[in-house]
Nanobody, 120 residues
């Protein structure tokens, strides 16, 4: 299996920056893509950004974070990052790292989450 552990969350003022990290261990070679999700209290868990390991590391972002967030990772699939700039209070949520095995699979591997709080 694949184990994922997020870190880097915390409290930051609006306009500030944070860099989240996701450390992967286990059979990481078998993952097709990894993504960052977030869930605010009382809301659904939504995709924030995704990186596909093949095809030159294609990335995808939610409209709400385009131009502010950047997802990246190493080619060994051991670590994925989420650089978050110009943070807004609306970005406050628990952020989760996830991995999937193929293009038609759901995200089956999840980390424990890391809290990001953006104050006004």
């Amino acid at each position: 299996q694949v184990q994922l552990v997020e870190s880097g969350g915390g409290l930051v003022q609006a306009g500030g920056s944070l860099r989240l990290s996701c450390a992967a261990s286990g059979r990481t070679f078998n993952t097709y893509a990894m993504g960052w999700f977030r869930q605010a209290p009382g809301k659904e868990r939504d995709l924030v950004a995704r990186i596909r390991w093949g095809g030159g590391g294609t990335t995808l972002y939610a409209d709400s974070v385009k131009g502010r967030f950047t997802i990246s990772g190493d080619n060994g699939k051991s670590t994925v990052y989420l650089q978050m700039n110009s943070l807004k209070p609306e970005d406050t949520a628990v952020y989760y790292c996830a991995a999937k095995r193929g293009p038609f699979d759901t995200y089956g591997y999840w980390g424990q989450g890391t809290q990001v709080t953006v104050s006004s």
